[in-house]
């Protein structure tokens, strides 16, 4: 089974607007750490945003902010005041365990595209 | 300071040829991740190693794949008798251990052609 969704292929949105790109999980640990990265049309994996599963508070980035409602399982980004550099594919990744680092499973991604 | 380093950068090989990909981790990263990403695609994890733990190889697609680490540093992903589906981007990535938190930093990538 999938353990990350990511339902939107593509989105638009227009410069300056916000926008929200969707992330459902799956896992049956209670520890786990979902993240958001950013893959520019150059290639390279850029960390966006992180959120554990036991903290309180959604994460925020500067524009970016992670909307986590856990009993739903979900982890959605926000994107604030999009800019044209802001295109690009996004992937919501998460890393089940305790406090080791181990594997991430990643979503499909969503391409994100800004208009001016 | 020196990000993830992956060698080579573009790599095209004949079907069934052997191939070697390198990574250099960020100095002092203890975890090394070895993904797979086909165009337009995910991630695909294949192998992660941590310290001198045995690794987590339950990615690998098939034997054909292997992995190792020398040293706790320098990783080299081996694709044998290449097969045309093993074409792809093939990311290292490296993080702390020790926390959740601690994000993976991703190397450019080696983009691998088989012919």
């Known amino acids: 089974a999938q353990k990350i969704t990511q339902t939107q292929p593509g989105m638009f949105v227009q410069e300056k607007e916000a926008v929200t790109l969707d992330c459902t999980y799956d896992t049956s640990d209670p520890s786990y750490g979902l993240f958001w990265y950013k893959q520019p049309s150059s290639g390279e994996m850029i960390f966006l945003i992180y959120?554990?599963?036991?903290?309180?508070q959604n994460a925020t980035e500067g524009r970016y902010s992670l909307n986590f409602q856990k009993a739903r399982k979900s982890a959605n980004l926000v994107i604030s005041a999009s800019q044209l550099g802001d295109s690009a594919m996004y992937f919501c990744a998460m890393r089940e365990g305790n406090t080791n680092a181990g594997k991430s499973t990643f979503g499909d991604g969503t391409t994100l595209t800004v208009k001016p | 300071g020196a990000g993830v380093s992956q060698s080579p950068s573009n790599k095209v090989t004949e079907k069934g040829k052997d191939v070697e990909l390198r990574c250099d981790p960020i100095?002092?990263?203890?975890?090394l991740y070895w993904y797979r990403q086909s165009l337009g695609q995910g991630l695909e994890f294949l192998i992660y190693f941590q310290g001198n733990s045995a690794p987590d190889k339950s990615g690998l697609p098939s034997d054909r794949f292997s992995a190792e680490r020398t040293g706790g540093s320098v990783s080299t992903l081996t694709i044998q008798r290449t097969q045309q589906e093993d074409s792809a981007v093939y990311l290292c990535?490296?993080?702390?251990?020790?926390?959740?938190?601690?994000?993976?930093?991703f190397g450019p990538g080696t983009r691998l052609t088989v012919t």
């Open positions: 959120q554990g599963s036991y903290d309180q």
């Open positions: 100095s002092g990263h203890t975890a």
């Open positions: 990535a490296s993080s702390q251990a020790g926390s959740l938190s601690y994000e993976q930093y």
